[in-house]
């Protein structure tokens, strides 16, 4: 009996100095593990991006939900710098990442309206249904991810020569990221 109460008594100290070292760990226990909806690959016809010769990026979006799906999101293309202190900061700098929105149904950028809030597309996915778009980065608007302006210019004009991960990202009620690829801007 006096053990049961010791092991109980050293059970619940540990716990109240996890949760005092560390007051997120109280959060973790409850976080649930949210089921996947999307999985996004992309892959690229040349590593090389330059105005003489288009790049095409093809990316494939697939349902594993489950069941039908409506995913009303921004989708985007992000360059990230691949440097040891861009990947430090955690892409956090002006200069560490460029982004260009777009209308994946039109195979076009996203256009921001003259008023209004952010336009989200939707995107319609049968159950298991495997959808493929092509895009030319040269083609689209494209800005720099910490700047406060809607991307509206050339990937040339804006985007700096040297080494990038290329990704293709759904920011919709959750997040989902594809794999990345070495490019090089030039």
């Given at each position: 009996?006096?053990?049961?109460?010791v092991?109980?008594?050293?059970?619940?100290?540990?716990?109240?100095?996890?949760?005092?070292?560390?007051?997120?760990?109280?959060?973790?226990r409850?976080?649930?593990?949210?089921?996947?909806?999307?999985?996004?690959?992309?892959?690229?016809?040349?590593?090389?991006?330059?105005?003489?010769?288009?790049?095409?990026?093809?990316?494939?979006?697939?349902?594993?939900?489950?069941?039908?799906?409506?995913?009303?999101?921004?989708?985007?293309?992000e360059?990230?710098?691949?440097?040891?202190?861009?990947?430090?900061?955690?892409?956090?700098?002006l200069?560490?990442?460029?982004?260009?929105?777009?209308?994946?149904?039109?195979?076009?950028?996203?256009r921001?309206?003259?008023?209004?809030?952010?336009?989200?597309?939707?995107?319609?996915?049968?159950?298991?249904?495997?959808?493929?778009?092509?895009f030319?980065?040269?083609?689209?608007?494209?800005?720099?991810?910490?700047?406060?302006?809607?991307?509206?210019?050339?990937?040339?004009?804006v985007?700096?020569?040297?080494?990038?991960?290329?990704?293709?990202?759904?920011?919709?009620?959750?997040?989902t990221?594809?794999?990345?690829?070495?490019?090089?801007?030039?």
């Open positions: 009996m006096a053990k049961q109460f092991i109980r008594v050293t059970f619940a100290f540990s716990l109240t100095a996890v949760l005092f070292i560390n007051p997120d760990a109280a959060q973790l409850i976080k649930v593990a949210r089921p996947q909806l999307l999985k996004c690959k992309i892959t690229v016809d040349s590593a090389s991006i330059n105005p003489e010769h288009p790049a095409t990026v093809s990316v494939t979006v697939e349902n594993v939900s489950g069941g039908e799906l409506d995913l009303k999101a921004v989708y985007s293309f360059l990230l710098t691949v440097s040891a202190q861009a990947r430090a900061r955690d892409f956090s700098e200069g560490d990442s460029y982004w260009s929105p777009l209308d994946i149904s039109r195979g076009e950028s996203l921001l309206p003259v008023k209004g809030p952010v336009p989200k597309v939707l995107l319609h996915l049968k159950r298991d249904e495997v959808k493929s778009f092509r030319d980065p040269a083609k689209l608007l494209w800005n720099a991810t910490m700047r406060s302006i809607w991307p509206h210019e050339n990937l040339f004009a985007v700096p020569k040297g080494s990038y991960w290329l990704v293709f990202k759904v920011s919709g009620n959750r997040e990221i594809s794999n990345k690829i070495e490019v090089v801007v030039e």
